[in-house]
């Protein structure tokens, strides 16, 4: 079996980087460092990502849209996305604490398998016309729990993979591609929903999980790295209650750490609307066609988000990663507040891509912060809590926003959570000085 030292371009990138092509001046310092790509089993694991995100997109939209064609209701739409959050948060503590432990390709590989077989059930209910929102939910929350230990490992796998010194890069481009997936696969869920109905969405998904099983299996072989310190028995490679709380003690030891996972909290809890969009599309945009407004308000964010990233030279060597952050949370506030006021949907595309903007910004200077700040026996726990903030708190959203829709009407909850983003985020950037001035 090929092994970490064995890739084509460099002999062992966990231990020693090339020099960097560009000086960040000229063309080459707006456009993408794609340094990591150079790296067999990187470039691997991200070709995967950029078909598998368009498949997993299918049914991230069909779920919610089989919802609210059964209920006509958005409260159901949060309720039914909040089924997953409790096996999300379980499952991605404990798989993170797992990942310490374990070859992390081979926890890929059998989650992988699990996600797959979720993604058939998705397919064969849907085909059998169960018109069944518990069930959807039972589906949901295994393939959120599958999710949960399968993120962590793939997320810790990258510092593996790539020289420490490409980490901001290699997180633009595993972002970029997969924000690439959101846009394409939500635009084409809109348009084909009309043409071959919600099962066959779920059944394509399932088959694209294939390619995501076929190069987490010619990744090289990924178990836990000796210990640091001298002196650690076997109980070192336990993965229970007292090494998940190890994580949590060890994010309160790095306070930055735990002002960047509050920074993405804010801004998904207050203002990520997406429970509101099938109302949306079928009630203030229904001008444009339901399913045509549909798609293109699932897709808004991550073609913002693309755009950020294919010019991510533009702000990636920033060395203040901490008011970077807090600069991007307070955009993507103000954008989605203008999202909630727009009554045209070009408009509202156009204040949603700005927020995707923003959110690249956000996650490449937090994951850069994640990685470099952790160690490697720790990256798993800190990658399963940021599972659970990055997955988790969109899920919470969606049961306060179809909540707040359904009482006020979706317009005003959405405007209202991207004020409520833009005041926190200055108040918590005001009592941290520490944050705003971190460099990395």
Known sequence: METARNTEEDPGPAQKARPARSDGKGWRGWVMDVRPLRHRPFRRLWASTSVTTIGSQLTAVAVPKQVYDLTGSSAWVGYASFAGLLPLVVFA?????????VDRRKLMLSTNVGIAVISLLFWAQSAAGIHS???????LAAQQGLFGINFPAR???IARLVPAEELPAAGALQSTVAQTGMVLGPLLAGALIPLIGLPTLYLIDAVALCVTLWAVWRLPSLPPLPPLDEGSGPGRRRAGAREVADGFRYIVAQRVLLLSFLADIVAM???????LFPQLASSTYAPWGEGFALGLLFAAIPIGAVAGGLLSGTFSRARRHGLMVSAAVVVWGLAITGFGLSAGLWWAAGFLAVAGVADMVSMVFRGAILQS???DDMRGRMQGVFT???AGGPRLADLLHGTAGSLFGPRVAVAAGGLLVVVTMLALTAAAPSFRRYTG
């Open 388 to 390: 659970v903030v990055v």
């Open 93 to 101: 503590l404990w798989g993170g604490a797992v990942a310490d432990r």
């Open 373 to 375: 700040a952790a160690t």
């Open 155 to 157: 997320s810790a796998s």
């Open 133 to 139: 929102v518990a069930l959807l939910m039972v589906l």
């Open 269 to 275: 809890v207050f203002g990520m609307p997406r429970a």
